[in-house]
């Protein structure tokens, strides 16, 4: 619900006729008192307000009596209306009611000579809201509850500006780091800067990368270098586990280990290594040495997985190599508005921001929200499908495959690593059957790039995408084809032909993109025809376009 556009006459015309039950939603909330004073008296309101700002915000209107006490179905008489209160002292009657008091906002809206009290609701991301009494409330559906205190928890998780790492732990610095860590830590850091000892201090280094604060080691600190056993008594029992299992079942790493951040980044990488077989190929008289898995991708989307796990938990993070897939899973849910269909291009969401912040400072994570795109680009220069993430069972997983490959892709990607991951995935798309329809590009890519469409223009006008591939214009719509230059280089047998109408359905699919509908006259002239007769009949042809009805319809994308 978009508050300030609400629709307040139709729901009241709608009232007249229909039960006010089938228009209660999880935004949507109706009551009715009888006078000014009985509404300044209700515990309930305050409740229906904190469940509201604490869920998706809302609207609570005052003056409609429950369906549930109708009689026969005189559905007009839920209309009752509601006197008239000093809006301002009312506001802060209701203000006075909760913790923190709110900016809620009040007005009255006229429907058949009456008046309803409508209290707009905020939702509260940034702290939860409560009632003075005690109760933080949820809405769930059309109904309002309190909150147990697992739900509780998960609210507080989910608030802007929450960071579980940032905390401050009180205990002894010295006592709870692990010297080996730090000491590596440490001559790593300043090694990388060309700092030397005398420019900065262990405890100094702990500050820089925020680790500690004023010499107060928060959780994040500990979790990076800490010891094991202090990780588990002041944060909780974190494991780790890598599994190298071949196709024959043949178990041949099963390591679980508690360690802190930086060991466990160490061993990790370690049996990473171990498994990671190096291979060779020759193409067309060139020598290539490659690794079967890429490093960076499991990098990113390893530490993608420490940085962002729910630590507010125990839990595993697991990495589990088949032979043809590694599959990556980590304990919590997809965080800030991210999920499955967006996370390649939502702005950057960290869970656990003072861990995140110190990892990008000690320079083991780079700048945010190039991870994902770096881990999908590790995958697409193999010729391999993009990773999947999904959300199972309370975990976030990440697969790659680690198998197959096509091989002319990984040559044209160590001739042209600048390459990005829409010129890859059109070149893995054209790969082997020689043209994929634009239309059906744009769907593999909607998960990819919010803009599809423009980024397949930006690929297709530069080099070196132009060279292996081209628009094809048919009546079916717009097509990318293999140019006839590479069509053995991709293995393709057969491919799309290029009429003399190619340009001609080009220009006007780009047209449409642009302006999503256009007159025959309009048509005419960007396609270049003489006569409106012969567009006319070039657009009946063309499958992909419709006309309405009526004689000044324009043309559309079907």
């Given at each position: 619900m978009i508050i300030e556009d609400f629709d307040y006459e139709n729901l009241f015309k709608n009232l007249k006729i229909h039960p006010s039950e089938k228009f209660e939603s999880e935004t949507l909330e109706f009551k009715n008192f009888s006078d000014e004073k009985s509404l300044h008296?209700?515990?309930?309101?305050?409740?229906?307000?904190?469940?509201?700002?604490?869920?998706?915000?809302?609207?609570?209107?005052?003056?409609?009596?429950?369906?549930?006490?109708?009689?026969?179905?005189?559905?007009?008489?839920?209309?009752?209306?509601?006197?008239?209160?000093?809006?301002?002292?009312?506001?802060?009657?209701?203000?006075?009611?909760?913790?923190?008091?709110?900016?809620?906002?009040?007005?009255?809206?006229?429907f058949d000579d009456k008046k309803y009290l409508c209290i707009k609701v905020p939702y509260r991301n940034d702290i939860l809201v409560s009632t003075t009494s005690g109760k933080t409330c949820i809405r769930e559906g059309k109904s309002s509850r309190p909150a147990n205190p697992e739900e509780i928890e998960n609210l507080v998780k989910a608030l802007q500006f929450y960071d579980w790492s940032n905390t401050d732990i009180n205990i002894n610095t010295t006592e709870a780091l692990d010297s080996e860590a730090l000491h590596d830590a440490y001559h790593d850091y300043i090694g990388r800067r060309n700092i030397s000892e005398s420019e900065i201090s262990k405890s100094k280094f702990l500050e820089s990368i925020g680790a500690t604060k004023n010499g107060i080691l928060n959780k994040g600190g500990l979790l990076f270098l800490g010891k094991s056993d202090y990780i588990k008594k002041y944060l909780g029992n974190f494991e780790y586990r890598f599994t190298w299992k071949k196709k024959n079942g043949e178990l041949l790493i099963n390591d679980v280990?508690?360690?802190?951040?930086?060991?466990?980044?160490?061993?990790?990488?370690?049996?990473?290594?171990?498994?990671?077989?190096?291979?060779?190929?020759?193409?067309?008289?060139?020598?290539?040495?490659?690794?079967?898995?890429?490093?960076?991708?499991?990098?990113?989307?390893?530490?993608?997985?420490?940085?962002?796990?729910?630590?507010?938990?125990?839990?595993?993070?697991?990495?589990?190599?088949?032979?043809?897939?590694?599959?990556?899973?980590?304990?919590?849910?997809?965080?800030?508005?991210?999920?499955?269909?967006?996370?390649?291009?939502?702005?950057?969401?960290?869970?656990?921001?003072?861990?995140?912040?110190?990892?990008?400072?000690?320079?083991?994570?780079?700048?945010?929200?190039?991870?994902?795109?770096?881990?999908g680009l590790s995958s697409l220069k193999y010729g391999r499908s993009f990773p999947e993430f999904l959300e199972n069972n309370d975990n976030i997983e990440v697969k790659m495959e680690a198998e197959y490959m096509k091989t002319e892709i990984f040559v044209i990607t160590q001739k042209y690593p600048e390459l990005g991951i829409v010129d890859l995935f059109i070149l893995n798309s054209i790969y082997g059957i020689g043209h994929i329809h634009v239309a059906e590009l744009e769907k593999r890519l909607k998960n990819i790039t919010e803009k599809p469409w423009a980024d397949i223009e930006v690929a297709m006008s530069e080099i070196p995408l132009k060279y292996y591939v081209e628009y094809v214009g048919t009546n079916k719509g717009l097509y990318i084809s293999v140019t006839d230059s590479f069509k053995e280089f991709f293995l393709v047998k057969k491919s799309l032909k290029k009429t003399t109408a190619s340009d001609k359905h080009l220009k006007l699919y780009k047209f449409l993109k642009e302006f999503q509908s256009g007159s025959n006259e309009e048509i005419t002239s960007i396609i270049g025809h003489k006569h409106a007769s012969q567009t006319s009949v070039f657009l009946k042809n063309s499958e992909y376009v419709k006309k309405g009805k009526t004689a000044n319809s324009k043309w559309t994308f079907k």
């Open positions: 008296n209700s515990k309930e309101l305050a409740e229906e307000i904190s469940a509201l700002a604490n869920t998706n915000g809302g609207i609570i209107i005052i003056g409609i009596i429950d369906s549930s006490n109708v009689i026969n179905n005189n559905w007009i008489s839920q209309l009752h209306g509601f006197c008239d209160v000093d809006l301002d002292t009312t506001k802060e009657r209701i203000k006075g009611k909760l913790k923190p008091n709110i900016d809620i906002k009040l007005n009255y809206k006229k280990w508690s360690e802190s951040l930086w060991k466990c980044i160490k061993i990790a990488k370690g049996h990473f290594f171990k498994s990671n077989n190096e291979m060779s190929l020759n193409f067309k008289g060139e020598e290539y040495t490659f690794h079967q898995l890429d490093e960076v991708a499991f990098h990113e989307a390893f530490l993608n997985a420490l940085v962002h796990r729910d630590y507010a938990h125990d839990g595993m993070v697991s990495i589990n190599f088949t032979g043809n897939q590694l599959k990556i899973t980590s304990p919590g849910n997809f965080y800030g508005g991210i999920n499955t269909e967006n996370i390649v291009y939502h702005e950057p969401r960290h869970r656990n921001k003072a861990l995140a912040h110190m990892l990008m400072l000690f320079q083991l994570v780079d700048r945010a929200g190039v991870g994902v795109t770096r881990i």
